[in-house]
């Protein structure tokens, strides 16, 4: 007679309703249900290792149309003497539309590490999405003027997350080289009044990347946006390159010094309660998160790692054998850049497969991308995820209880025959 396996621990620990029922006297045991009802509803028996680096759909594509852009920040890559801009070619586009589909894509994302904008008829392209039923996101830096058309674009779009690191017009111009502060906000208030008009409601979002000339400004920032009817923001944290001679330089915010780091965190708390009072949102970087709203300012240790591809320093927390990075982005995003080479995030450095090559299902569900997956699930990071400022650490049960539930969720988001293949 075979034995049915069984993990007891993780099925209570998956199946909260069976925990509850157990525990209430309703069933003798996790494998009294399983037998009688779980096995029948399609739950699982036992921790389904292989199954969990399958990645049935996914749900978000980053589509970098260029890897140039219009300003050159000082703490950004583009700024770098050996960085080199390229287009993505556009030939395919029809065929890579009908890739996603097939993938149940839900959010395309018209960025990468370009400015997309600048692109020649990208508000065509564009509406094409739109029609097809993607949602549209994008971050942008604002700061070429907007054509009529390109704000009809812009009204389709559900998020538009914008660059701007702080309100101070004579610093932004500073950091943010070849940036007007009156001629982003113009743009935004265009794009604003068009979509109201039509019913429409773009989300827009303020990205600030926070270092040690821009935090001491962050109040004024959120107060400066918020009374632009601007109610989302997004905290990066800064990771440092080499300074560019004769400009100005910004540095890790951990560079401040002692009293003025306190001015930062107290400024940066209320700043935070002043998007709370106005029923908005927002999401901080996990360094700054330890940096700036740890009861001291040593709450965690940053740590910090030179990367072997980009020449820059990235500032985070370290992590112990029990945890893992809580990022499911190798399952549900896949990030196409200009070159048409496939990651699973904009942070991420190695090159896991090409679009120009394979197809996008072949590339996400191939070797490359489930060993990342493996690695997560198992908390043996190579050294990009160890040192992500983007996504915070979590124990690892705990995530593999929360990919179980996104892959279930997708599978029957998506039906059989999406989730097969």
Not at 143 to 158: C, D, I, M, N
Not at 237 to 244: F, Q, R
Request: with cysteine; charged share 25%.
């Amino acid at each position: 007679m075979s034995v049915i396996p069984f993990d007891e621990e993780f099925y209570l620990r998956v199946y909260g309703d069976v925990a509850e029922a157990v525990r209430s006297g309703a069933f003798a045991s996790a494998y009294d249900h399983y037998v009688r009802f779980g096995v029948h509803e399609g739950r699982k028996g036992t921790r389904p290792a292989e199954e969990l680096l399958a990645s049935p759909t996914t749900d978000t594509v980053f589509l970098e149309l260029t890897s140039r852009c219009n300003l050159r920040c000082v703490y950004c890559a583009v700024s770098q003497p050996t960085y080199h801009g390229i287009d993505l070619s556009l030939k395919g586009f029809d065929n890579f539309l009908e890739q996603m589909r097939q993938r149940g894509v839900r959010t395309v994302v018209m960025n990468g590490h370009g400015e997309s904008t600048i692109i020649k008829d990208w508000e065509i392209y564009a509406d094409r999405l739109a029609d097809a039923g993607f949602h549209l996101h994008m971050t942008t830096n604002m700061a070429k003027r907007v054509t009529p058309a390109e704000v009809a674009a812009l009204s389709r779009f559900e998020q538009i997350l914008v660059s701007i690191d702080t309100i101070d017009p004579v610093l932004l111009a500073q950091l943010r080289r070849g940036a007007n502060l009156d001629m982003i906000m113009a743009n935004v208030a265009a794009v604003q009044d068009f979509a109201a008009a039509r019913h429409r409601h773009p989300q827009f979002m303020i990205s600030c990347t926070v270092g040690d000339l821009s935090a001491p400004g962050i109040l004024d920032l959120v107060d400066g946006c918020l009374t632009r009817r601007i109610r989302a923001f997004r905290f990066g944290d800064l990771a440092e390159y080499e300074p560019i001679e004769s400009v100005t330089w910004m540095r890790h915010v951990s560079a401040l010094p002692p009293d003025a780091l306190d001015v930062v965190r107290s400024r940066f708390r209320q700043a935070l309660a002043r998007i709370d009072a106005a029923g908005g949102s927002y999401q901080v970087d996990g360094p700054l998160v330890s940096l700036l709203l740890g009861e001291t300012a040593n709450a965690v240790e940053i740590a910090g790692r030179e990367t072997r591809i980009s020449e820059k320093t990235v500032h985070y927390v370290d992590v112990d054998k029990t945890q893992t990075r809580d990022c499911l982005d190798p399952w549900r995003i896949a990030f196409v850049q200009a070159d048409a080479s496939v990651r699973p995030c904009c942070f991420f450095e190695e090159k896991l497969g090409s679009v120009a090559t394979h197809a996008l299902t072949d590339v996400v569900e191939g070797e490359a991308f489930r060993k990342l997956r493996r690695e997560l699930v198992t908390g043996e990071l190579r050294p990009n995820c160890r040192s992500c400022s983007a996504r915070p650490l979590i124990e690892r049960d705990a995530f593999e209880k929360k990919l179980f539930g996104y892959l279930e969720g997708e599978r029957q988001r998506v039906g059989p025959a999406i989730a097969k293949g």
